[in-house]
């Protein structure tokens, strides 16, 4: 699929009702989803758009309040599906601000595939063996957020937290790409962001604090952090299991 000069301004996807199961439930993109697809995004512009779950009992939680990328294509279901690959270029100056996730539900969620999501990315979320490449061109930048925005879900890319082995059942972590000679400058927040990072050309900088979970290389072009400590997806999921542990088991991941 190809957008090119299109506008994504002021979607929400709300979710309302009663959760009687036993599984908390999530709700994703809110302005597109793409599954098992490619997606060319050119000069193409994201703004205030959400997605707000007010479920309540067991509750839902909210990821991808403008975009949500996932392997699976709809109907099909199962870990062959196809990948996605989502490009954002950029021949002019760009940003993309206001989109968010907001819920009232519980912090988390276990899918039965072996990863955790939980309330999340406010601009991009991540799901399953999924690629978003931002290329931006010479001369241009590209601005992903408001710096110091009071909330911490605004413009942020976030993606569900698995394990290396359960990742590679599904065809590996997901990837983000710097592309082309421009400068992708992130003030959200990455912190939430499971999967791997490669700089390959011009420059990103990330003038958040970041916390970084995952593989980041910087095989061309350079990588400007404001302040940035070490974490570890793998540390992390264990940790979520094991606060969920009697949903995890539930599931089947325990």
């Known amino acids: 699929g190809n957008f090119k000069n299109d506008k994504f301004i002021g979607n929400t996807f709300c979710a309302i009702g009663n959760n009687t199961t036993t599984t908390v439930d999530w709700n994703a993109g809110g302005a597109i989803a ?15 758009n959400k997605v707000d779950s007010k479920v309540t009992g067991t509750g839902s939680v909210a990821v ?13 279901g199962g870990r062959n599906s196809a990948g996605t690959i989502a490009n954002f270029i950029f021949n002019k100056d760009i940003t993309y601000s206001g989109n968010t996730v907001t819920t009232e539900s519980p912090s988390f969620t276990t899918r039965k595939d072996g990863g955790v999501a939980y309330t999340s990315g406010g601009f991009l979320f991540m799901d399953r063996c999924s690629t978003a490449n931002f290329d931006v061109k010479k001369g241009v930048t590209f601005t992903l957020g408001i710096l110091g925005d009071t909330d911490k879900n605004a413009d942020t890319i976030a993606s569900s937290m698995r394990s290396d082995s359960v990742a590679d059942e599904d ?3 997901n990837t983000i790409t710097k592309q082309g000679e421009g400068t992708f400058v992130v003030n959200s927040s990455l912190n939430d962001y499971n999967g791997y990072v490669d700089v390959q050309a011009g420059t ?8 970084i979970r995952n593989s980041v290389t910087v095989s061309g072009g350079s990588l400007v952090l404001s302040s940035f400590e ?14 969920t542990k009697a949903s995890a088991t539930d599931k089947g991941i325990g």
């Open 204 to 211: 990103m900088k990330v003038n958040s604090h970041w916390k």
């Open 171 to 173: 065809g590996g972590h």
């Open 34 to 48: 793409v599954k098992g697809y490619i997606v060319n995004f050119t000069d193409v512009l994201f703004k205030n």
């Open 64 to 76: 991808g309040g403008a975009v949500l990328l996932d392997k699976t294509i709809a109907g099909t």
């Open 230 to 243: 070490f974490s570890s997806v793998e540390g992390c999921y264990e940790d979520f299991l094991s606060a």
